[in-house]
């Protein structure tokens, strides 16, 4: 889980690191990366109503 995920993407984007996002009801962001490895990593900031279950 992330806090601000404005600032991530700002990070990768300074760091020339590719990543995708996508949309959900329960996130303010979800950002995908791949390790170098080729694992995918998850990069999630939850709104704020959002409790984890």
């Known amino acids: ?8 993407q700002k ?3 300074a760091s020339g690191i590719e990543y995708y ?3 959900a009801s ?4 979800r950002i995908y ?4 490895d ?3 990593i ?3 900031e ?3 109503e959002y409790a984890l279950k």
């Open 46 to 48: 939850y709104v704020p």
């Open 33 to 36: 990366v791949n390790d170098p």
């Open 26 to 29: 329960e996130t303010k962001h």
């Open 21 to 23: 996002t996508m949309t």
């Open 38 to 40: 080729g694992n995918e």
């Open 11 to 13: 990070l990768l984007e």
């Open 1 to 8: 889980m992330i806090k601000d995920g404005e600032a991530m």
């Open 42 to 44: 998850e990069l999630v």
